[in-house]
């Protein structure tokens, strides 16, 4: 009997764990159908955060990853170790220099290339050389510039460079505390400039200008090197510098374009020493003043023109900057710079325009009188040959 009643209880306690079971997986049913939506809503969410956080790791390691190729992409091996430096430090600019070289241009070109190096490891400036020329003529350079503006163009914003600067290579850097940060156009007023240029005597000299990584730059390029397509006809006497200069003039480009005193940063030797011809002496002050002269504390001095004996204008100016001397390196502080240029941008500035149409004018003038120097010579050779030959 006891044992009937005992199996009795044990199956009907099996047979309520079952419904109890059954009970529990109803409600655990029910729950799930009412809240399905809830619970896919926190999944996703759950899944998308992972993937985030994945996603910024991958993207600071890609990161690193581009900041050390960006670094030791220079082309200019004397630049190197100021690469590496600037990798460890993670100290970037903005900013980055360019410059070529091809040929057989001499050792004294890559000894002025090389005094960019304390200028670079100070700053943190990336400085890519061109050591091969890619089209004839002088369309090389204007077509550097354009890969290396697409090139920052294709990258995030967040890792383009901001500004290109062009170096000539006979431009000889002669104060590395100077950093290219002082010359950019100031504040939300002037955002609009992109291209920072000088002038000398003969109009735009673009050995050394400044150019924003923009769109707008990059069909200024394109521009300068369609020229001779656009009009086969103009006469380009300097080259891709005429080119550029009357690109700057047009209605297109004008308005994007300040012109900025030639000495800060595109400096001619000027005179120095006993001798008044081409050979200045940096060691020598001044004996005669030239407002694009350059001065102690300057950044550079350009040996533009005079191609055939350029090596020996340079060849003081580069024995003098790898010396290091202090009367030249000056902290910027010390300089002249920073009230020229506060200056400059308050009182200049705004009148950019109508400074330029004025120097156009000017050189429009002095331009019809050398055609009619030269006419002039001209009639007066022809009347002699024709007077000998009467002679004759």
């Given amino acids: 009997m006891y044992g009937t009643y005992t199996l009795a209880r044990a199956s009907q ?10 009970a529990r997986g109803w409600r655990i049913s029910r729950f799930l159908n009412r809240n399905l939506k809830l619970i896919m809503i926190t999944v996703s969410a759950v899944l998308v955060l992972s993937v985030l956080i994945d996603s910024r790791s991958v993207f600071s390691f890609s990161q690193v990853q581009h900041e050390a190729s960006h670094i030791s992409s220079s082309t200019h091996p004397a630049t190197d170790q100021a690469y590496a430096d600037a990798a460890d430090s993670r100290r970037f600019s903005k900013i980055g220099k360019l410059s070529m070289l091809y040929g057989n241009p001499g050792q004294l070109y890559e000894r002025a ?24 003529s002088y369309w090389t350079k204007p077509a550097y510039i354009l890969q290396h ?13 901001e500004w290109l600067v062009w170096f ?19 504040t939300e007023e002037w955002s609009h400039i992109h291209c920072v ?47 550029l200069m009357y690109w700057l003039d047009q209605e297109r480009f004008q308005n994007n374009t300040m012109h900025v005193p030639q000495r800060w940063f595109n400096a001619y030797p000027g005179y120095r020493g006993e001798r008044n011809d081409l ?36 060849q003081p100016w580069i024995d003098l900057a790898e010396q290091h001397s202090a009367v030249w390196e000056m902290e910027v502080e010390q300089t002249t710079y920073m009230h020229e240029i506060e200056e400059f941008w308050r009182r200049d500035a705004p009148k950019e325009r109508r400074t ?3 120097l156009k004018s000017t ?19 022809s009347s002699v040959h024709d007077a000998d030959a009467t002679r004759s």
């Fill in 363 to 381: 050189l429009a003038e002095i331009r019809k009188g050398q055609a009619a120097k030269a006419a002039l010579k001209s009639v007066t050779t």
């Fill in 197 to 243: 240029v000088t002038n000398d005597h003969r109009g735009l000299n673009n050995g050394v200008f400044f150019l924003r990584v923009h769109e707008w730059s990059v069909w200024l390029m394109n521009a300068c090197l369609g020229t001779e397509t656009f009009d086969p006809a103009m006469r380009l006497e300097f080259g891709d510098q005429s080119a």
């Fill in 149 to 161: 503006l697409l090139t920052e163009l294709a990258k995030p914003e967040v890792d383009r460079l």
């Fill in 13 to 22: 306690s099996s047979h309520g764990q079952t419904y109890d079971a059954r």
């Fill in 356 to 358: 330029q149409d004025k």
């Fill in 279 to 314: 050979f200045s002496d940096p060691t020598q002050p001044q004996n005669k003043f030239r407002p694009n002269s350059v001065k102690e504390g300057d950044l550079l001095v350009h040996h533009a023109g005079h191609k055939s004996q350029r090596t020996q204008r340079m």
């Fill in 168 to 186: 000539d290579a006979d431009a000889v850097l002669m104060n590395p505390n100077i950093p290219l940060e002082i010359f950019l156009p100031p």
């Fill in 113 to 136: 290339l090389a005094a960019h190096k304390p200028h670079n490891d100070r700053h943190g400036y990336r400085f890519d050389v061109l050591y091969e020329k890619t089209l004839p």
